[in-house]
């Protein structure tokens, strides 16, 4: 790791909206939830990073959850509980990544090949504008989750009781697909299939979304993570394309910002923050000198191109043992499409 990389800390955030002043910091690694209560839904959160280093400095460095046989190749985790307290038509539930500005000055040679790659072989459901004014990477819920947990209604409890009945608070919770009670014979009803990646094919038909209902007062559990975004060395590795994020990286563009929401309506369940802090001033949250990072910008600039062909041969040297081809050439990921012993 350059001695650059090392000037950055890793600080994770959660809360109901974009604003980040309605955020606070999510216990990494912990079992602990993170509870976010909002009009529209009660939210129990989770977020696991394996070899983390990040804020606050006393966090776990992985978790019991990157043991269990489907998690291995993981390295991390979003995690959620969700109680919608109004329907959302299996249609219009969509997560993924945005941006409030625009990032296109600040993308790296091949952004384009690296989305058609994230679609081809991650989830071909994906929706996306990398070059537009708010850039945006959004998949259907349904058809984006690793593991979809349809559970009770349990409307009329309060709080986390929503969640857990009062149980299990602070327990390592693995997220397993199905379904409990009248949450399984919901599935079974409308033929969704039993493992993972049936079910993400499955939901990548409209058809098939526009017949499923998130109900009112009804728990879902969800969980989404791969191990292509690497965010112990700030890396993205896809099949046969890699890159080091942090070479993109300065005042302005040091966020990743996931958020799950309605497309229709806008409404906000809940938006998680993963933000880069730069310089000496990483422990107390500050993001570094925004004018200084401004000034230099054009030297930046420069030394990045210095460095492109260096960069690009690392990346190629990346995939030197065709893995990462061989994937590509399948046009899918098996872990996510394919049944596979011991993942699925």
């Known amino acids: 790791m350059s001695p650059k990389e090392h000037n950055y800390k890793l600080s994770v955030t959660a809360g109901p909206s974009y604003d980040p002043s ?3 910091s999510v216990a990494v690694n912990s079992p602990i939830p993170h509870l976010i209560e909002t009009e529209h839904a009660t939210i ?5 990073i394996q070899e983390y280093t990040g804020l606050p400095p006393n966090s776990p460095r992985t978790s019991p959850y990157f043991s269990h046989p489907t998690r291995t190749k993981d390295q991390y985790s979003i995690a959620i509980s969700f109680v919608p307290k109004h329907a959302i038509p299996g249609t219009e539930l969509v997560f993924g990544n945005d941006f409030d500005h625009p990032i296109r000055d600040r993308l790296p040679p091949g952004a384009n090949q690296a989305l058609r790659i994230v ?6 459901g994906l929706e996306g504008d990398a070059y537009a004014d708010k850039p945006y990477l959004y998949g259907a819920a349904l058809s984006s989750w690793n593991y979809l947990r349809v559970c ?8 986390a009781d929503v969640l857990v009945g009062g149980e299990g608070e602070g327990e390592e919770e693995i997220i397993e ?9 919901l599935r079974r009803k409308l033929d969704v299939p039993d493992d993972p990646a049936g079910r993400r094919r499955f939901f990548l038909a409209e058809g098939n979304r526009a ?3 998130f109900e009112e007062g009804r728990l879902y559990k969800a969980d989404f993570g791969n191990g292509y975004l690497g965010f112990n060395d700030f890396s993205l590795r896809l099949p ?9 990286i300065d005042a302005k563009n040091h966020q990743l910002r996931y958020v799950l929401k309605n497309k229709r309506t806008g409404d906000v369940y809940f938006v998680v923050l993963f933000t880069l802090l730069l310089g000496t001033g990483s422990e107390d949250g500050d993001c570094g000198d925004d004018d200084d990072d401004d000034d230099n910008d054009d030297d930046d ?4 191109d210095d460095d492109d062909d260096d960069d690009d041969d690392d990346d190629a040297d990346d995939d030197e043992d065709g893995d990462g081809d061989e994937n590509a050439e399948a046009g899918y990921d098996k872990r996510y499409y394919e049944d596979d012993e011991g993942v699925d």
Do not use: A
């Open 22 to 24: 309605t955020h606070k």
């Open 152 to 159: 009770e209604v349990v409307k009329g409890r309060e709080g």
């Open 211 to 213: 017949r499923f209902e």
């Open 301 to 304: 600039d420069d030394d990045d």
């Open 119 to 124: 679609q081809w072989t991650i989830d071909p």
């Open 240 to 248: 046969g394309f890699s890159i080091k994020v942090t070479k993109y």
């Open 44 to 48: 129990d959160l989770r977020v696991r």
């Open 177 to 185: 697909e199905g379904g409990e009670g009248s949450g399984e014979e």
